[in-house]
């Protein structure tokens, strides 16, 4: 059974980092493209990043390029997003899937950027 479970999230002030995880069951990371999604309350929800499955090639939403690095652990499964420098704007909750074969969304994990 195909699970992603995201987690990491916090309340943290501008400026502060925060490491997010997303931990995958019931298919292998390194097979798919996989990336990171959020949503703003109010918003829908938009890509930040993603990595593909040949060649690990990386890409970022214009929004944190330059603060926030994707990664993935293939022997761990689990997928990674460190966002650095973060602003009031990023405040969502954060999900990871396969943006080019979608499956069931997780539960999130809720960042809040706040002083």
């Known amino acids: 059974q195909v699970q992603l479970v995201e987690s990491g999230g916090g309340l943290v002030q501008p400026g502060g980092s925060l490491r997010l995880s997303c931990a995958a069951g019931?298919?292998?990371?390194?097979?798919?493209?996989i990336g990171w999604f959020r949503q703003a309350p109010g918003k829908e929800r938009e890509g930040v990043s993603c990595i593909s499955s040949s060649d690990g090639t990386t890409y970022y939403a214009d929004s944190v390029k330059g603060r926030f690095t994707i990664s993935r652990d293939n022997a761990k499964n689990t997928l990674y997003l460190q966002m650095n420098s973060l602003k009031p704007e990023d405040t969502a909750v954060y999900y990871c899937n396969r943006p080019l074969a979608l499956t069931n969304w997780g539960q999130g994990t809720q960042v809040t950027v706040s002083s």
């Open positions: 019931g298919f292998s990371l390194h097979n798919y493209a």
